[in-house]
């Protein structure tokens, strides 16, 4: 049995697919088998993932396009390995992924699953500047995942018994990586490494860019179970505003003239409710409302402008919290990633 089971659904991803799975082949790490889910195709998807003629390769196959719910629980049902590695078949693992990340979980045992920061890739798979660098530590990234994923899907690893407990719901045809990950972590340690194990494809045809309206939709019923156990009081309105708090930048949504004012208001309600309800650690909800109050104040600056975005986010206690203990050890962990000092 293989130690790795990498997972790649795929559909109608012919010209891309290919990369995918060649990062896979070109991994340091070699014991690992390879499921690529066709979720239905209607191109060329499954002749290119089985020119490959690789036995660790296998394909299987659904008659129609069902969906990624359930092309993501096909693959976790199919998947051999004592863990589970997912890949989307638009994006790229570096060699030294699989390997890094098997490390990790072999000396970490309380940890149930592992991701890493990501590099961009352009359509054409060229790398392109910036890297994505998510929250590392486990109180971190439960405080992270009120606001917004705290994970690339592209780069986590996790071990099989716990991942095929927390199957995809078909009711999350977007969002449905965020929703295994905020069932996890109430229950699980998480974390994610301090280096680039994967590139992100930047392309016109990602669900994040063609299907915003359904994604704002169905995050608003996740976030609703957990600010109601973390002790919020909030309306309809209120939840759509918290969804935009996870944002770094708005496009076709218009911020309330009130979205400073009532941000600053809310993301100190959730410091007081948490310290009351323990329902993520305080060290962690600290940073995130820090860090999340210091994005509202960005989106911001187009509708109020540079002066008064930078005086609403210095006139708030809440700009404290990237000064504090929580967010040094944040940055210095992840400022030779940024910097391209470590790989």
Not at 3 to 8: A, M, Q, R
Not at 73 to 97: F, M, Y
Not at 136 to 163: C, K, T, Y
Not at 251 to 275: H, I, S
Request: net charge positive; proline share 5%; glycine share 8%.
């Amino acid at each position: 049995m293989p130690t790795v089971s990498v997972l790649i659904p795929v559909y109608n991803r012919a010209h891309l697919v290919g990369d995918a799975i060649r990062s896979i082949v070109a991994q340091r790490f070699g014991d690992w088998e390879l499921v690529v889910v066709d979720d239905g195709s209607s191109d060329e998807s499954i002749a290119v993932v089985e020119a490959f003629g690789d036995p660790r390769i296998r394909v299987v196959r659904h008659a129609r396009n069902r969906g990624i719910p359930d092309a993501r629980n096909t693959a976790l049902d199919a998947a051999r390995g004592d863990l589970i590695a997912w890949l989307d078949s638009d994006d790229l693992a570096r060699p030294e992924r699989l390997g890094a990340q098997v490390a990790f979980l072999r000396q970490n045992p309380d940890v149930a699953m592992v991701g890493s920061c990501a590099g961009k890739i352009g359509k054409d798979g060229r790398r392109k500047r910036g890297v994505r660098v998510p929250p590392l530590g486990s109180d971190d990234i439960g405080a992270w995942l009120l606001f917004r994923s705290a994970f690339q899907q592209s780069s986590v690893m996790g071990r099989a018994e716990l991942l095929k407990a927390y199957p995809y719901q078909r009711s999350f045809d977007v969002c449905e990586d965020l929703d295994v990950f905020v069932r996890l972590a109430r229950r699980h340690r998480l974390a994610n490494l301090p280096r680039v194990l994967i590139d992100r494809r930047v392309h016109p045809d990602q669900t994040v860019r063609l299907r915003q309206d359904r994604i704002r939709e169905r995050k608003t019923q996740l976030y609703a179970g957990p600010l109601a156990e973390l002790g919020m009081m909030f309306n309809a309105e209120d939840l759509r505003r918290h969804t935009l708090l996870g944002k770094t930048k708005l496009e076709g949504v218009a911020l309330p003239e009130d979205f400073l004012g009532w941000a600053d208001g809310w993301l100190r309600t959730l410091r007081m409710r948490n310290a009351e309800s323990r329902y993520v650690a305080p060290e962690g909800m600290a940073l995130a409302t820090s860090w999340f109050w210091l994005l509202a104040c960005r989106v911001a600056i187009p509708q109020v402008g540079r002066a008064a975005a930078v005086r609403a986010y210095l006139g708030s206690p809440l700009a404290k919290g990237l000064v504090g203990a929580p967010a040094r050890h944040w940055l210095a962990r992840s400022a030779p990633v940024v910097l391209g000092l470590r790989r």
